[in-house]
């Protein structure tokens, strides 16, 4: 068991509900791995509590915290100082306070997606992707693939929600939500940002029949970890990319803002979170 003393560095995650999150899970299996005294909490906060949380977190030594649904905006109304990417965001899932008082924050979920797919080998420059969705999750991989000198092209069952992105990124084009399918030949890697597929939610029926044969499918939802989509990619004999890592991936900054090891996703660790979802 690790112990925690008066000295410890403490972050958390906030949002609501937050039973779901397994970001708990995997800092403290990084905290455990590296013996840090520390420790790295849940807390439910209420949207209309949530910037004076922040600043008692700020008062009582919290070294910084992770936000997620429905905080991510407020928390950006709450910086300081923000990056480029949390500027295109409009939104963070990362903060930790400077010891004069100052709150950072950034946006890793794009960045985290981008190192997920290069740990399974896959390059970016040059390549033709299409999205899946126009929402925050669409936003911000949208925005670190363009980083990586990716061509995207973007789909949406809302058309305006699609032209809002291109426009806002000033980048990529739009194919129709009906006729996407009709097109993935042309596209070297397919990426679903929507819920489709998720537990709970609605189906992924969409067929693949038209991609082709060097087409790379992945997906940003890990609960399935396998989805129906990539279950459909599989079958077809496509490689495929699972979600799970992009969580893990995007926890290493926070991780090493606040603790001071930069951590790494591993084998052990991935197994250790994918465990959790079958409970």
């Given at each position: 068991?690790?112990?925690?003393?008066?000295?410890?560095?403490?972050?958390?995650?906030?949002?609501?509900?937050?039973?779901?999150?397994?970001?708990?899970?995997?800092?403290?299996?990084?905290?455990?791995?590296?013996?840090?005294?520390?420790?790295?909490?849940?807390?439910?906060?209420?949207?209309?509590?949530?910037?004076?949380?922040?600043?008692?977190?700020?008062?009582?030594?919290?070294?910084?915290?992770?936000?997620?649904?429905?905080?991510?905006?407020?928390?950006?109304?709450?910086?300081?100082?923000?990056?480029?990417?949390?500027?295109?965001?409009?939104?963070?899932?990362?903060?930790?306070?400077?010891?004069?008082?100052?709150?950072?924050?950034?946006?890793?979920?794009?960045?985290?997606?981008?190192?997920?797919?290069?740990?399974?080998?896959?390059?970016?420059?040059?390549?033709?992707?299409?999205?899946?969705?126009?929402?925050?999750?669409?936003r911000s991989v949208a925005y670190s693939l363009l980083q990586e000198n990716?061509?995207?092209?973007?789909?949406?069952?809302?058309?305006?929600?699609?032209?809002?992105?291109?426009?806002?990124?000033?980048?990529?084009?739009?194919?129709?939500?009906?006729?996407?399918?009709?097109?993935?030949?042309?596209?070297?890697?397919?990426?679903?940002?929507?819920?489709?597929?998720?537990?709970?939610?609605?189906?992924?029926?969409?067929?693949?029949q038209n991609a082709s044969k060097n087409l790379v499918v992945t997906d940003?939802?890990?609960?399935?970890?396998?989805?129906?989509?990539l279950k459909a990619a599989e079958q077809k004999g496509l490689k495929t990319?699972?979600?799970?890592?992009?969580?893990?991936?995007?926890?290493?900054?926070?991780?090493?803002?606040?603790?001071?090891?930069?951590?790494?996703?591993?084998?052990?660790?991935?197994?250790?979170?994918?465990?959790?979802?079958?409970?």
């Open positions: 068991m690790q112990i925690i003393t008066g000295k410890a560095k403490i972050a958390a995650v906030l949002g609501w509900p937050i039973e779901h999150s397994r970001s708990p899970l995997l800092h403290n299996f990084w905290l455990q791995r590296h013996q840090i005294d520390g420790a790295y909490i849940p807390l439910a906060v209420k949207a209309e509590d949530f910037k004076d949380v922040i600043q008692t977190m700020k008062a009582a030594g919290f070294k910084g915290c992770n936000v997620t649904i429905p905080h991510k905006e407020a928390a950006y109304q709450c910086c300081d100082i923000v990056d480029e990417t949390a500027k295109k965001m409009g939104s963070v899932n990362t903060l930790w306070f400077t010891e004069d008082g100052k709150i950072c924050g950034t946006s890793t979920d794009g960045d985290g997606f981008v190192a997920n797919l290069k740990d399974a080998g896959i390059t970016l420059t040059n390549k033709k992707i299409l999205i899946l969705g126009a929402g925050g999750a669409a990716a061509q995207i092209t973007i789909t949406n069952r809302t058309l305006e929600r699609a032209e809002q992105l291109v426009q806002d990124l000033n980048s990529g084009r739009i194919i129709d939500w009906q006729s996407w399918t009709k097109e993935l030949g042309s596209f070297d890697l397919l990426v679903n940002t929507t819920s489709l597929g998720m537990e709970g939610k609605e189906d992924f029926q969409f067929d693949l940003i939802v890990y609960v399935p970890r396998i989805t129906p989509l990319v699972e979600g799970l890592g992009m969580l893990l991936h995007q926890a290493r900054l926070g991780f090493s803002k606040w603790f001071g090891v930069d951590p790494i996703v591993d084998h052990e660790l991935t197994e250790f979170v994918a465990n959790s979802l079958k409970k």
